[in-house]
RNA sequence: GCGGCUAUGGUGAAGUGGUUAACACGGUAGAUUGUGGUUCUAUUAUGCGUGGGUUCGAUUCCCACUAGUCGCC
């Protein structure tokens, strides 16, 4: 089980300062989850992520399910050890591939009909099995069952669906059964302000160990994702932790703490880095354009990371990347991991400091 | 030396006597937010070996030259 504690409330902003320990490890908030889907964080091992200063990372319901399936990581002993990594996790429910892999008119009271992606066969994806399955998987924390649906959908869909996220984290609180797990709950509603309060207070009442905020970067506006977490937090417990689904761009995190968020997942730093993007202070650089041919100086003078404090220059990883070699992934996963975390400890050191507002304006300043 | 064939962008190549020369790769740039790792989008030849000729008009037809290639001596 999980314990948060509540260490200060910035008095500049909602920004908070906590602690979240679990069987696993104890870490301080606001962090940042790297997203490991199938039991990995693309191209990087246990012993990286920790050098990195990862405190807990993600994996997924959903595609551990399908492979390599949920009785295989139950034999190994669990997601832990069958990963071989010792630091907490959390799981997603599944719910995000509604999102992306399921039809509207597939989602009923029951539960989701999918088309797997690997082989096309139909599956069936109920609250009661993604929580069954995220038992057996055996992660830190485990996710409520919920729709997230895209952006924009008719007040009246998101009415109803709301409603339906509702009643099937009641039906996932009511099976869940191993009491080694923390269990949260995940606030939708979209852009409608009425609907995120209310989604909010009711899945409160319900009571999980975490609430989650759901149903962001789906395609809105960033205005209008602010808006929804604006709609919803004050009604979410200041002793109980915040997770602010899907969010991984530098300047959202920020504007997400200042609102009060604790933690946050995202697979933007790890795909951009397989895309040759890195993270600067002055923002998002391209490693494949060709300014960087002859280019030796390391992505961002100053950074802790391994890349950069070992020499590579943006020239070679550049080259890597023309040659697709996998090398350069590698070096930029964990510049853009690093970046993202040491944000956080530089977030946490702010707010402790009673600086986050100008840290905030600091930053922002610098970043395009 | 003689004879045949071929000459289209960075590359492999389609194609036509008449507005914007197909397609693919490569190049250039952009996208990517609870990950379907090798994706998507845009853009990229003011020119069809060189010089003449025929024609209202030639990358397309004709001639010469040049280069490559195959065969023969």
């Known amino acids: 089980m999980i314990d948060f504690t509540l260490k200060k409330q910035a008095a500049d902003s909602n920004a908070r300062l906590g602690t979240l320990k ?18 990995n964080v693309k191209t990087l091992t246990s012993l990286e992520l920790k050098e990195l200063g990862s405190a807990i990372i993600l994996a997924n319901t959903y595609h551990l399910w399908l492979r390599p399936g949920v009785d295989v990581i139950f034999a190994a002993g669990g997601l832990h ?77 998101m009415n ?7 009643r099937w984290a ?70 109980k932790i915040r997770y602010l689904m899907g969010v991984g761009e530098p300047i959202d995190i920020l504007e997400a703490v200042k609102r009060g968020v604790d933690i946050f997942d995202c697979v933007l730093p790890t795909r951009l880095a ?21 280019d030796f100086n390391v992505l961002e003078t100053g950074c802790d990371c391994y890349t950069c404090q070992s020499g590579y220059s943006k020239a070679y990883i550049r080259h890597l990347f023309v040659c697709n070699e996998t090398l350069g992934g590698r070096l930029l996963t964990i510049h853009n991991l690093r970046f993202l975390l040491r944000l956080m400890t530089d977030i946490q050191k702010a707010i402790a400091e009673d600086k986050f507002l100008t840290f905030y304006n600091n930053f922002i300043k610098n970043y395009n």
């Open 22 to 39: 679990t069987e696993y490890g104890t870490f301080a908030t606001p962090m940042f989850m790297p997203v490991g889907t199938l039991a």
């Open 274 to 294: 397989r895309h040759a993007n890195a993270f600067t202070l002055k923002g998002r650089i391209n490693l494949k354009n060709a300014q960087y041919q002859n």
């Open 170 to 239: 009641q039906r996932g609180k009511k099976v869940h059964k191993n009491e080694k797990q923390a269990l949260f709950g995940i606030v939708q509603g979209g852009e409608f302000g009425k609907l995120r309060k209310y989604s909010a207070i009711e899945t409160v009442k319900i009571g999980f160990d975490g609430y989650a905020i759901g149903g962001v970067s789906v395609g809105e506006d960033k205005k209008i994702m602010y808006q929804m977490i604006d709609d919803c937090i004050d009604y979410l417990p200041k002793e």
């Open 81 to 157: 050890k069958f990963m071989n990594y010792q630091g907490p996790i959390l799981t997603d429910s599944g719910g995000y591939q509604v999102f992306s892999l399921a039809k509207p008119k597939d989602i009923t009271e029951e539960g989701v009909k999918f088309k797997s992606h690997i082989d096309g066969q139909q599956l069936f994806l109920t609250p009661e099995k993604a929580i069954a399955i995220q038992n057996k998987l055996g992660a830190d924390i485990i996710m409520s069952f919920d729709e997230c649906p895209p952006f924009p959908v008719s007040y009246d869909y």
């Open 160 to 166: 109803d669906s709301v409603a339906r996220t509702l």
